[in-house]
């Protein structure tokens, strides 16, 4: 198979930090995960009474958002052997609610701390990054709702494929807190059995989880003279906005599908050299048939070929970070030549007639993947990654 070279500088990935609701780092997702385990269980992090659903896929992390996003970069930095220099920040995160809440009811208590309250901006957070890391590129926060951490990565890509860096810290996180869960629970996007069904006909709906992923991008050949190790290359990216509804996504896919196109168009490559795509599957009904539809509408009959499944069925919906958790689970999956299962899956739907790869992981050669997000506002991602650990050549 030929490689076509994309244009502008070639991007890889020398480094990662990530937190599923299973724990830190690849060996969680590979002993959990691959098995088609889920992490669903009652809500213990705050009080549900007042809630129809209390049911969330928590971690046993307990520290704040900022501590979460620190941990995850030092270890993508570790990884990666960078520990200060010119590196850029993209960061996709909405701050910490529960941080802000903490600080308004330490305020009517007479309590707060005057300095107090900070952690809730998400510029914040890059800044005590940039200071704690001693990072000196470029710093960019995107709060596009659940596209801003695969935003983040696509923006670090453009950089250093235009040059204008070398290497960029790229990722995004979430937690469980009471105020968003609280949102989504009026909204009634819950689930109502404590089961994410991704494209299975009796899905009822989304639940939320912890997650979030850094990664170190960096310039090919400023990877390669350094002598560090390459993960992955990220081939392709492209973001587009269906402008449909504040909530629903486009019935037939149209945001989703050019954001796909994008990517493959970035990467230079034809369409069915993909061999999967990790979907953004959220278990509600108009997502996963629409998502089917966009998938269709970029692969036409090869689409039927390509494994698209969800591992929101296992982690749930981890919003800002859930982009980057999701390319981090796609490149673990790609370089164990393992497809992760769809799991909780029981009916097929007429509206959802691709291959899900219900319940079971399958052992497959994956030598391109994509991994696809949308969030509210209409927002849609694509990150398309190639595998250069087995068999890919540099």
């Known amino acids: 198979m030929k490689q076509l070279s994309p244009p502008g500088r070639r991007v890889v990935i020398t480094g990662f930090g990530l937190l599923t609701p299973f724990g830190f780092g690849d060996e969680a997702v590979r002993h959990h995960l691959f098995r088609g385990e889920d992490r669903f ?17 928590e971690s046993a992390f307990t520290g704040r958002f900022l501590e979460l996003g620190m941990e995850l970069a030092e270890s993508a930095l570790r990884m990666a052997r960078i520990d200060s220099g010119n590196v850029a920040i993209m960061l996709g ?11 308004w009811r330490e305020q009517l208590s007479g309590k707060a701390e005057t300095s107090g309250g900070m952690e809730w901006l998400p510029a914040y957070h890059l800044a005590a990054m940039a200071e704690r890391f001693k990072l000196h590129g470029r710093q960019w926060a995107y709060t596009n709702a659940c596209i801003a951490s695969s935003s983040a990565i696509a923006a670090g890509c453009e950089l250093i494929a235009q040059g204008r860096e070398t290497a960029a810290l790229c990722g995004g996180y979430s937690l469980v807190t009471e105020e968003i869960f609280a949102k989504f629970n009026s909204g009634r996007a819950f689930s ?7 494209f299975s006909r009796n899905r009822t709906g989304m639940l939320l989880g912890d997650g979030g992923a850094m990664f170190v991008l960096e310039d090919f050949d400023h990877a390669r003279k350094r002598g560090a190790e390459m993960l992955a290359e990220i081939v392709g990216w492209g973001v587009a906005n269906d402008a449909f509804h504040v909530c629903q996504p486009d019935p037939e896919g149209g ?12 990467a ?6 993909v061999d999967y795509i990790n ?33 929101k069925t296992m982690t749930g919906h981890m919003l800002d970070g859930t982009g980057a958790v999701e390319t981090a689970i796609t490149m673990i999956a790609m370089n164990a030549g393992i497809v992760p299962p769809t799991a909780g899956f029981t009916e097929t739907d007429p509206a959802c007639d691709l291959d899900y790869v219900p319940n079971i992981a399958r052992v497959s050669e994956i030598r391109y993947a994509i991994n696809l997000n ?21």
Do not use: C, Q, W
């Not at 701050?95 to 802000?100: A, I, K, P, Q, R």
């Not at 109502?192 to 991704?198: A, P």
């Not at 230079?268 to 050299?273: G, H, L, N, Q």
């Open 192 to 198: 109502r059995d404590g089961k994410v069904r991704s």
């Open 255 to 266: 945001g989703m599908a050019r954001a796909m196109m994008k990517a493959i168009r970035r």
């Open 41 to 57: 269980a009652p809500v213990t992090r705050f009080d549900t009474d007042k809630f129809k659903n209390a049911v969330a896929a």
């Open 279 to 311: 979907a953004h599957g959220t278990g509600t009904p108009l997502n996963d048939a629409s998502e089917t539809k966009a998938v269709k509408r970029v692969f036409g009959t090869s689409a039927y070929r390509i494994p698209v499944t969800s591992t």
């Open 93 to 103: 995160t909405m701050g910490d609610y529960g941080e802000l809440n903490r600080f």
């Open 268 to 273: 230079d490559v034809r369409a069915e050299y």
């Open 374 to 394: 949308a969030a509210f506002g209409g927002f849609n991602s694509a990150i398309m990654l190639r595998n250069i650990k087995e068999g890919g050549n540099l």
